[in-house]
């Protein structure tokens, strides 16, 4: 998939910026309250629906079911929404996965970027990645846009904002791996 590389300058990024700050805090608020309540390392979700949670050991809790051992060692359960207990669970499952989900997409919604190219079934989203001072690297697609999510929703085509600067994939390529290695 072919992708062509912007930088936004700090000026242009910083109200998204800010934005993304809040969904981060709201969402990790909310995974932290689930992690208490539950005593679970994660939850597992697909979008904006929580599917279960993730645990080091098996362990009985009021209004979950069907515990399974993963790959990895660890334990896997969904709320059993059949009982009180478990449609609260999964109540709070699914806010926190709606919190995750916007904070995943917050950047490039604040910034008017958000979109997709699907090619040969696949998805190939914009995507947009803070980088150093308060600048941000777009790595956009090249396709015909999708023009409804998987919701259904209505989707506006991307527009690069007018001070964006285009770069090559190999200074894209430096910047992420400047990025990444301080990780």
């Not at 939850?43 to 362990?59: D, E, H, S, W």
């Not at 009180?84 to 995943?104: E, F, H, I, S, Y």
């Amino acid at each position: 998939m072919e992708k062509l590389h912007y930088i936004l300058p700090a000026e242009v990024c910083a109200q998204a910026l800010y934005g993304y700050e809040i969904a981060n805090e709201d969402a990790m608020s909310a995974h932290r309250d689930l992690q208490t309540e539950f005593g679970c390392e994660g939850m597992v979700r697909v979008g904006t629906k929580g599917i279960g949670l993730v645990f080091q050991a098996p362990r009985l809790i009021n209004g979950f079911k069907n515990q399974k051992r993963l790959h990895d060692g660890r334990w896997f359960m969904r709320p059993d929404c059949s009982t009180d207990a478990g449609r609260l669970a999964q109540n709070k499952l699914d806010d926190c996965a709606d919190l995750l989900d916007v904070m995943t997409w917050c950047l490039e919604k604040c910034l008017g970027v958000f979109g997709l190219v699907k090619e040969g079934g696949e998805a190939h989203f914009v995507i947009a990645t803070r980088i150093d001072n308060g600048r941000i690297i777009l790595s956009v697609p090249q396709g015909e846009w999708i023009k409804k999510d998987w919701n259904g929703v209505e989707l506006a085509d991307p527009v690069i904002p007018n001070e964006a600067e285009l770069v090559g994939e190999e200074t894209a390529k430096r910047l992420m791996s400047k990025l990444f290695s301080r990780l």
